[in-house]
């Protein structure tokens, strides 16, 4: 018996093990070039020698430790048989890691799984954020025996995640930077940690391109490929894209996610397009965020439940809703909450608009008002027509910028905090609503449409959700960044830019007295690569310049927060 797989079956909350006696055999695998990757297998001892079903797991973070301990040993112990393989140049494996270009080696493993004598019939993939691109990239060639995937925290492209926005997403991509240089030295675990502690200045350094060498001691090929490919058309992501096959896979698929994850708005398009292409898809969203315990316990239980069911014909473990959402905020009403399919159907929206003194009003007509017509629904009777034309400005200074807090990003365990000293900030606007007569939810996408003015036609927006309580603390909800060029948005003939774009999905209760508030800034630093604001290059820049950005409301120029909208009344 395993000292370690019996607390963390304890921790997980996973069904107990059949069995403790378990065997793990090196294996060689022989890719398509004659590289040759390793990888164990991981079967109860007395089932060693039957044909049977196959998890492959492919992971370039090793296969020993926690990730033989998890997807080897205890899926082992509840009776699966397990190969956990290095990919390409990883913890043993021949040739060069060339992240995300996942496909052919996939397909080879399986082709190489099918003619051992210990497989038989079906085959299954599992695995989180890189274990869960891996199968994207080999599902939709596969075969026809691939009888299941479960995903977890990923997506079937990182280019979203990487370049979220436009901007790069560097706190995240220099985190796993380190995190992949450091991997495989003597006393792993303290050399990340110090790689990671010195994260925040480093990033503050410029040229951005240069961070590699800072960060690791070297130039990583890897690492500069991706930075000078910003694009999603760039010929290093297209070949890296598998969105495109998604509504191709006819196994089986379990997506298991966070509304604090990196990859989540990505997670749901793929979704979304299974469930066009008339698949059955399962979606699990819960209150977490990539690294958070809770989501490793639940993404290894929903897991083993859906490989048992789709490989040993086993259903007792599987939910049969098939979309399971945790709603956060006001906990009446809130909690697990099982629906049949992502977007809610029939949710709505609400609009609020931002107004003046730092309002956010729903109105109930939602075209420009006329002269002389109120139109705003905040029980004052303020006239929106007074605030024509209006606008609030902030000075965003690179050398100085809006630093993040909580939020998305990789390695982060705290993504929601109190917001109050960040607004206090004269870089960051916030806007508003009055305390709400009562609860309201919202479940699905969010969305901004900002109309700007700006000093230089290369900047940034970034918009947040809070949920104000009534103490005032301000609870980060869901946000994203847009980055602005000419190129990328409309700037009209008044020099006024039309900014849309969508925040992190939600889904969330806002009660009765709380207030729902947003904040627009022009930065998050470091979770975001600041904007030089000159237009250069971001991985060569070193000229850093100030922008003065006035965001507009009123008759003339609205800008607006769009919730989807449940059952309550207006704010």
Not at 47 to 70: D, W
Not at 72 to 92: I, M
Not at 199 to 223: I, K, M, Y
Not at 501 to 518: C, E, N, Q, S
Request: proline share 7%; hydrophobic share 40%; with cysteine.
């Amino acid at each position: 018996m395993s000292l370690p797989s019996a607390i963390v079956g304890r921790l997980t909350a996973i069904p107990r093990a059949q069995t403790h006696d378990v065997v793990r055999e090196p294996l060689r695998i022989a890719m398509d070039d004659g590289a040759v990757l390793l990888a164990d297998r991981w079967v109860a001892r007395a089932t060693r020698h039957e044909v049977q079903p196959t998890v492959l797991v492919r992971s370039p973070y090793g296969r020993h430790q926690v990730f033989g301990l998890i997807f080897g040993r205890l899926l082992a112990e509840r009776g699966l048989q397990v190969v956990v393989q290095s990919v390409r140049g990883t913890f043993g494996s021949e040739g060069t890691f060339s992240p995300f270009d996942e496909r052919a080696d996939g397909l080879a493993t399986l082709h190489w799984i099918r003619q051992q004598t210990w497989h038989a019939e079906r085959i299954a993939m599992v695995g989180p954020s890189y274990l869960g691109l891996v199968q994207w990239a080999a599902a939709p060639d596969a075969g026809d025996d691939l009888a299941a995937l479960t995903i977890q925290v990923s997506a079937s492209q990182f280019h979203g995640q990487t370049y979220a926005g436009g901007s790069l997403s560097l706190e995240t991509a220099a985190s796993w930077l380190v995190l992949i240089a450091a991997q495989e030295r003597r006393l792993a675990p303290l050399a990340i940690a110090r790689a990671i502690r010195g994260l925040p200045r480093l990033c503050s350094e410029l040229p951005l391109g240069e961070l590699d060498a800072l960060a690791t001691g070297a130039e990583v090929a890897w690492f500069r490929e991706a930075m000078a490919s910003p694009l999603r058309d760039d010929a290093y992501w297209v070949a890296r894209d598998y969105a495109a096959g998604v509504d191709t896979i006819t196994a089986p698929v379990q997506l298991v996610g966070g509304w604090y994850d990196i990859f989540l708005p990505w997670m749901l398009d793929d979704f979304v397009a299974l469930q066009a292409a008339g698949r059955t898809p399962q979606l699990i969203v819960g209150p977490w965020s990539h690294t958070s315990p809770s989501l490793v316990a639940a993404g290894t239980r929903e897991a083993l439940g859906w490989l048992r069911a789709h490989l040993l014909d086993d259903d007792r473990l599987v939910r049969d809703a098939a979309v399971r959402l945790f709603v956060t905020g006001e906990p009446q009403g809130g909690g697990w909450r099982d629906l049949p399919s992502w977007p809610p159907p029939g949710s709505g929206e609400r609009r609020l608009w931002l107004a003046g003194d730092g309002r956010l009003l729903e109105q109930t007509d939602p075209a420009p008002a006329e002269p002389g017509q109120t139109g705003a629904r905040d029980g004052t009777g303020a006239s929106e027509a007074a605030d024509a034309g209006a606008g609030d400005r902030f000075r965003y200074d690179p050398a100085h910028p809006t630093p993040s807090l909580g939020g998305p990003v990789l390695l982060t365990r705290r993504p929601v905090c109190d917001n109050r000293r960040h607004e206090a900030r004269a870089d960051v606007l916030t806007y508003t609503t009055a305390p709400l007569p009562a609860t309201i939810e919202a479940i699905g996408p969010v969305r901004v449409a900002l109309r700007v003015r700006s000093s230089s036609p290369h900047f940034d927006l970034f918009a947040r959700v809070c949920d104000v309580d009534r103490d005032g603390a301000s609870w980060n909800v869901c946000d994203a960044l847009a980055r602005v060029a000419p190129e990328r948005f409309e700037c009209d003939g008044g020099g006024v830019w039309h900014v849309g774009f969508d925040l992190w999905p939600i889904g969330h209760r806002f009660a009765a007295g709380h207030r729902v508030r947003l904040q627009v800034s022009a930065g998050a630093h470091p979770r975001y690569a600041r904007n030089p604001g000159t237009g250069d290059d971001p991985t060569t820049a070193t000229e850093l310049r100030a922008v003065e950005i006035e965001v507009l409301h009123g008759a003339e120029h609205r800008s607006v927060l769009v919730l989807p909208r449940g059952d309550g009344p207006a704010p």
